[in-house]
C-alpha cells in the first residue's frame, strides 16, 4: 500500500473514531439527564391513586330524574361502580345499622351489600369497562347501577367522555358495544346469587342514533328467557331526562321495558340481544387454565 493511501485510511479511521466516541459521550449525557428526572422510588402500582370521579358528576347524575326515582323505590336496589365483595359475617353487621342495606349473594359465602358506595378498585384493575383501561377522564367517567330483583333488569346510567369517539364527536359504536356486554354480565351474575358462572355466547348491537359526547346515557336490561343453560337478554341505550317531566310514563306500556323506566319521552340510541351460557364453577375454573 502506497504511504499516501495509507495516510489517508488512518485519517479516516481517526475522524470515524471521534464521531463514536462523541455520538457514545452525547448518548450517555442525555441517559444521564433521563435518569435525573425519573423518580429513584416509584411507587408500586398497588399504592398508586385509582381514578375516583369527581364530585360535579356524581352529583349531576346522582341528581337527575331517573336516579331519583331508583333510589327512592323500594323496588330498586343499587350498587357501586366497582363493588366490593364481602362475607355473610359482614353482612350481618351492616344489617344491624342500615336498615335497607343486605346482601346480594355473590357465590362461595360472598356478597355485594346493596345500596352502598363500598368500592374494591384494586379487584378491576385489569378489566376493561371499570379497570384503567375505559374508567377515567374523558372515557367512561361514572356509572351507577340499580337492579330489581322482581323485573330481573337493571339501570346503568352513565357519563361518556368526548376521548371514545369514532366520527368526531360520536361515542364508539365498540364502546357501546363493550358497555353492553360488561351490563349483560352484571345482569347475569346478580341474576345467578352465586350459584353458577357463565360467559357471552352471542351480543348483537342494533344502533338507532348517535351518542353525541359528552353524554349521559341509560343502559336498561332485562332477562328476557332461560331456557336451559341458555339465559337470553334484552337491553336499550336510551336518553336521560333532566326534567322530570319529561320522565313520564303516561301511555308506555310495561311490555316496552327501556320506556317504561327511561320514559315515554326518551330516545333509544340503540338496541341489543345477548345469550349467556351457564357453566359450573368447575367448568369455569377449567376454562381459565386452558
Given amino acids: 500500500m502506497r504511504p499516501r493511501n495509507l495516510t489517508k485510511l488512518v485519517l479516516g479511521c481517526t475522524v470515524s473514531a471521534i464521531a463514536t466516541a462523541a455520538l457514545l459521550m452525547w448518548y450517555q449525557r442525555r441517559q444521564d439527564e433521563h435518569d435525573d428526572e425519573v423518580d429513584d422510588n416509584p411507587a408500586p402500582q398497588a399504592l398508586q391513586e385509582w381514578y375516583q370521579p369527581d364530585a360535579r358528576t356524581v352529583a349531576q347524575i346522582d341528581g337527575l330524574p331517573l336516579s331519583q326515582r331508583l333510589k327512592d323505590s323500594h323496588d330498586w336496589v343499587s350498587f357501586s361502580f366497582r363493588p366490593r365483595l364481602v362475607s355473610a359475617d359482614h353482612h350481618h353487621a351492616v344489617s344491624e345499622h342500615k336498615e335497607k342495606a343486605s346482601l346480594q349473594p355473590y357465590g362461595k359465602g360472598l356478597g355485594i351489600i346493596r345500596n352502598s358506595s363500598e368500592e374494591d378498585v384494586a379487584r378491576f384493575e385489569a378489566h376493561l369497562i371499570r379497570g384503567n383501561a375505559l374508567y377515567g377522564p374523558g372515557r367512561i367517567e361514572y356509572s351507577t347501577i340499580a337492579f330489581n330483583p322482581d323485573r330481573r333488569a337493571i339501570v346503568k346510567v352513565v357519563r361518556f367522555g368526548s376521548k371514545l369517539t369514532g366520527h368526531e364527536g360520536v361515542l364508539h359504536g365498540g364502546c357501546t358495544a363493550g358497555f ?14 352465586g350459584e353458577f358462572d357463565g360467559v357471552t355466547a352471542n351480543l348483537s348491537v342494533n344502533y338507532r342514533a348517535p351518542i353525541l359526547t359528552p353524554a349521559i346515557v341509560a343502559f336498561v336490561l332485562w332477562i328476557d328467557r332461560i331456557e336451559g343453560r341458555k339465559v337470553f337478554m334484552k337491553g336499550e341505550v336510551r336518553s336521560v331526562a333532566n326534567d322530570a317531566e319529561d320522565l313520564t310514563l303516561e301511555g308506555v306500556a310495561e311490555v316496552d321495558v327501556g320506556a317504561s323506566i327511561a320514559g315515554a319521552k326518551s330516545i333509544k340510541h340503540a338496541e341489543a340481544t345477548c345469550l349467556f351460557i351457564k357453566l359450573n364453577h368447575e367448568q369455569m375454573a377449567k376454562m381459565k387454565q386452558q
Fill in 180 to 193: 353492553f356486554d360488561d351490563a349483560f354480565g352484571t345482569l347475569f351474575f346478580l341474576e345467578a346469587r
